[in-house]
């Protein structure tokens, strides 16, 4: 089980990192937008990364290469609420293929996904932080090595669990 506390620490079995979380905290998400981290243990679906960023990864979990025309659909409005999306895209979206490397790797978590609530919370991921470990928009940010490190340690089965 990998544990995210408020105080801004992941631990993996001997490993500890230090990450971001949402600038509004970690608690019981209210709705899209509202920059929470969700409390709550979640599974660790798939792993998307930039192949032209990142040449090695050692996991269990499946992987997915982002290309130029990904996104991720935050609009509560649209029928692809929650999900990958290809642009370009009517709704909005967060874009995957990005210039500032926050989304050269991720993980997605299954929060919101089955069933997926509209306006619910949307791309809740397990990302690269910035430079300064900035506050997320709710998701969780390790630095690139340790995401590498933590993907390469974990089972298909592993939690996270946000508390």
């Known amino acids: 089980m990998i544990i995210v506390k408020k105080n801004e620490s992941l631990k993996y079995k001997n490993f500890k990192f ?3 979380i949402g600038k509004a905290g970690i608690k019981k998400k209210l709705r899209e937008g509202d920059n929470i981290t969700p409390r709550g ?3 660790l679906l798939t792993v998307f990364y ?3 960023k990142i040449k090695k990864i050692k996991t269990k979990l499946n992987k997915i ?5 990904f996104g991720w659909c935050d609009d509560p409005k649209s029928k692809f609420y929650n999900k990958l999306i ?3 895209f009517e709704g909005s979206y967060e874009k995957l293929y990005r210039t500032d490397s926050i989304y050269d790797l991720l993980i997605v978590l299954n929060y919101n996904t089955d069933p997926i609530i509209k306006n619910k919370g949307s791309a809740i991921f397990v990302h ?3 430079k300064k470990f900035n506050k997320t928009a709710g998701c969780i940010a390790l630095t690139k090595k340790d995401l590498l490190i933590l993907l390469a340690n974990i089972k298909k089965n592993t939690r996270i669990k946000i508390q």
Do not use: V
């Open 65 to 69: 290469k982002i290309k130029k025309n």
């Open 41 to 43: 243990t979640f599974k």
């Open 50 to 52: 930039r192949e032209d």
């Open 128 to 130: 690269i932080a910035k």
């Open 18 to 20: 230090r990450c971001s």
């Open 86 to 88: 290809r642009l370009p």
